[in-house]
């Protein structure tokens, strides 16, 4: 009897704990379901790039812009929905290949699907595709992110660019409204490397900017083409810099370069870079949002003694508004921006029968943690100098004869120099941030015109001390 109650006792204890054993693999299972942490569903942030076969990208320097006129924009005809694949196909690649600058477009096949929906241009390498939309109104261009518009005309479906006038050069051209359209671009400039052992893809419309619950992809629209050699420098100096496409890299391969992303605000806090869905996190990038906000509350006047506005009465409009700007900073580019919307509601102060035309471009540019060194450059005529800024990559951050308000600080206090000085000091700077900003203000009528530029620099050291102020201004009356 002993031994029988022996067995059964062994037998119970033995089943709790199988049955705990079980218990507890049961709930540990239900945990892992819940928490969705399964290895294909683990944090973007720990997963390394050889194992997901992602590339390597940091943000090596980063710009804002913003943008608003009032010019209208006007239809213009491309091609016809229902003639492509057919005679109007040299259309559509004509524009693919002069509005979008898409090269490989010349030995493109171009197909439509079944359902009349969309049209699919590609290569063995490359592909696009031209969606119609459910209500017929628009076509989108993918990955390019591209809105054309549609017309329905005579029983066919009619595609047009909306064609902007803030391009043009001539006054003449521009189309004026009551509306101001405004724009907002974020650009980064990435290195990108394939740290793998196997060639990698790298997919530019897989890049993204996320801000909350929104999504902006890459863009080729152009902010920087209002001309076709523009005045302000943080965009002519985007313009030069290489343009990021899908490429194919082979393992421990780098490549450098810019993408666009039209956005909703400037730079802020808030926007994360993503390849796909994982998150590009950049120390530079956090650093450099910093310094932005130091850069936009820097008063030259302060260092300059000169104030942001000119107080000369030829320079004033009939409310006494300033028509230029000395310097810029935030404050200043906010005090235009809120002028415009009343600008454009009034008539003309120059033709009461016309529109006022009203255009602000307000740019910045950071590139962090760079070895910068100042040089002075005798001109040709052996009487000015230029000012040159090269990193230790020898990339020319500055490169300008418009060096009449140039200040170093020098022993606690800033030593001022001239176009004509002839001992700019050479500098070497380590660790440093270089800032530009660029500010455009337009405001008139196309026949007679006040045009306001600066161009602004400041390199800041790890404790935000500008270490080197330079701006030059410059404003012009076109009649």
């Known amino acids: 009897m002993r031994i029988l109650l022996l067995i059964l006792t062994i037998f119970i204890i033995f089943s709790g704990c199988v049955e705990e054993s079980n218990v507890t693999q049961s709930n540990e299972s239900a945990y892992q379901g819940s928490g969705n942490t399964t290895p294909e569903n683990l944090p973007s942030t720990t997963l390394s790039s050889e194992e997901e076969n992602i590339p390597e990208i940091e943000v090596t320097s980063f710009s804002s812009i913003y943008m ?69 109104n628009t076509v989108l261009i993918t990955p390019n992110n591209i809105q054309l518009k549609v017309k329905e005309e005579n029983g066919k479906l009619c595609i047009y660019r909306v064609k902007e006038y803030r391009g043009s050069s001539d006054p003449a051209e521009i189309k004026l409204g009551y509306n101001l359209n405004e724009k907002y671009y974020a650009v980064y400039d990435l290195s990108i490397k394939n740290n793998g052992s196997n060639d990698l893809d790298f997919k530019l419309n897989k890049l993204h900017v996320r801000d909350g619950n929104r999504t902006f992809n890459t863009t080729n629209l152009d902010p920087y083409g209002f001309y076709e050699k523009s005045h302000l420098e943080v965009l002519s100096s985007l313009k030069e810099e290489n343009k990021i496409e899908n490429i194919t890299l082979s393992p421990g391969q780098t490549i450098n370069g810019s993408v666009v992303f039209q956005v909703n605000s400037l730079y802020n806090e808030s926007f994360l870079l993503m390849y ?31 104030p942001p506005y000119s107080e000369d009465p030829s320079e004033l409009n009939s409310e006494g508004t300033p028509l230029f700007c000395s310097w810029v900073n935030r404050s200043v580019f906010e005090f235009f921006n809120k002028a415009d919307p009343e600008n454009v509601m009034e008539p003309s102060p120059y033709s009461p029968d016309e529109i006022s035309w009203t255009k602000i471009v307000y740019a910045l540019e950071v590139k962090p943690e760079r070895n910068i060194t100042t040089l002075p450059v005798k001109n040709r005529d052996s009487h000015t100098y230029s000012l040159l800024v090269v990193d230790d990559a020898g990339e020319e951050l500055i490169n300008t004869h418009e060096i009449e308000k140039i200040a170093f600080l020098r022993n606690g206090t800033y030593q001022h120099y001239s176009r004509n000085s002839q001992d700019v000091p050479q500098i070497n700077l380590t660790n440093h941030t270089f800032v530009r900003t660029s500010f455009e203000r337009t405001y008139g009528t196309p026949m007679n015109v006040y045009v306001s530029i600066n161009n602004q620099n400041l390199i800041l050291d790890d404790d935000l001390n500008a270490i080197l102020v330079r701006y030059s201004d410059g404003g012009y009356h076109f009649v």
């Open 68 to 136: 608003h006129d009032n010019s209208e924009n006007v239809l213009s005809y491309l091609f016809s929905w229902d003639n492509v694949p057919g005679n109007e196909s040299n259309n559509l690649s004509k524009y693919l290949k002069n509005d979008l600058e898409i090269d490989w477009i010349s030995n493109a096949q171009i197909v439509k699907t079944n359902d009349n929906n969309t049209i699919r241009v590609f290569t063995p390498d490359n592909s696009l595709e031209l969606k119609l939309a459910d209500d017929k």
């Open 276 to 306: 796909n869905e994982t998150p590009v996190s950049s120390v530079s990038l956090e650093k450099s949002i910093e310094i932005l906000r130091v850069a936009e509350r820097f008063n030259y006047s302060t260092v300059f003694g000169i």
